[in-house]
């Protein structure tokens, strides 16, 4: 596993409404968040379907919210990006997989009202067995990536366990029916 160093900068976010209506402004990240103002997130699940396991990242010890969890390749979208530009721009910069080499898909829309951050988050889902050293880690976003048992992550974001970011809520009931298909040809 290598480390790739990216400055870090303010966002700049386009705001929405409750329910997803461009409101034509746009703010920056912490005044988003402090706001508890809509906007777009992407979300990666890499998932190697044939040993039934989730690629998960460990946030840096640095991060202002959730350091040390473990959570997905995950950022906002930033501008004037698309939703697709967000997802390929954070697969390259966290975790140094080029998306654009391969067949991802997306897997649902939740939107989520969690203390300081209201958003619509565009989850994708790739078929993906890389070993551990293929992945180039961005040191002020991650600590480690890991693959772990799909069903033990669904029981640690189940049982609410302080390890993970995900918390076992409507949005992420609907997100873990959606895996359980790909996982299981439901």
Known sequence: MEINKVADKEEILRIYDENHNYL????????????RLFHNEIALWILDTENKKVLLQKRS??????????????????GDETIEEALVKEAKEEIGVDLNL?????????KRTEPKNY????????????????????????SEVKYVDY????????????????????????VFAKLDEIFYNK
């Open 24 to 35: 034509g402004k746009s703010e920056k990240r912490s005044v988003v968040h402090e706001n």
């Open 61 to 78: 010890p640095n991060k202002k919210q959730n350091p040390n969890k473990y959570a997905l390749c995950a950022g906002h979208v930033v």
């Open 102 to 110: 391969y067949d991802y898909k997306p897997l649902t829309i939740i």
């Open 119 to 142: 958003c619509f988050s565009y989850h994708f889902y790739i078929k993906l067995n890389l070993p551990i050293e293929a992945f180039v880690i961005q040191e002020e976003e991650l």
């Open 151 to 174: 069903e033990e992550l669904k029981s640690l974001v189940k049982n609410n366990d302080e390890s993970v970011v995900f918390k076992w809520n409507e949005a992420y009931k609907q």
